[in-house]
């Protein structure tokens, strides 16, 4: 990941930080931990998913934010998609 920045948003209510429009255009592409994260983003955002590669990762979105578990989780699932 040496070349890449990363942002974290939710699509939850109480997200720390909620999705936006603007997250998803300054993406080159979005990861989803589950498939309902995904099918949310498409209904709210059409046009801005229209061209966006997304990865659903597959991992129960139940882990508090920052968990040791969900963030090894997350770079072994990630890092394949970066190279």
Same mark, same amino acid.
């Given at each position: 990941? !040496?070349?890449?920045?990363?942002?974290?948003?939710?699509?939850?209510?109480?997200? +720390?930080? +909620?999705?936006?429009?603007?997250?998803?255009g300054?993406?080159?592409?979005? =990861?989803?931990?589950?498939?309902?994260?995904? +099918?949310?983003? +498409?209904?709210?955002?059409?046009?801005?998913?229209?061209?966006?590669?997304?990865?659903?990762?597959?991992?129960? !979105?139940?882990y508090? =934010?920052?968990?040791?578990?969900?963030?090894?989780?997350?770079?072994?699932?990630?890092?394949?998609?970066?190279?």
């Amino acid at each position: 990941m !040496d070349n890449c920045a990363a942002r974290s948003a939710g699509t939850e209510p109480g997200a +720390r930080v +909620r999705v936006t429009a603007g997250h998803i255009g300054w993406a080159d592409m979005v =990861f989803v931990m589950e498939r309902k994260h995904l +099918r949310q983003l +498409r209904e709210k955002f059409p046009d801005e998913f229209a061209s966006k590669p997304v990865i659903c990762l597959h991992i129960p !979105d139940d882990y508090e =934010f920052m968990q040791p578990e969900l963030i090894d989780l997350l770079q072994s699932a990630v890092t394949p998609h970066l190279h």
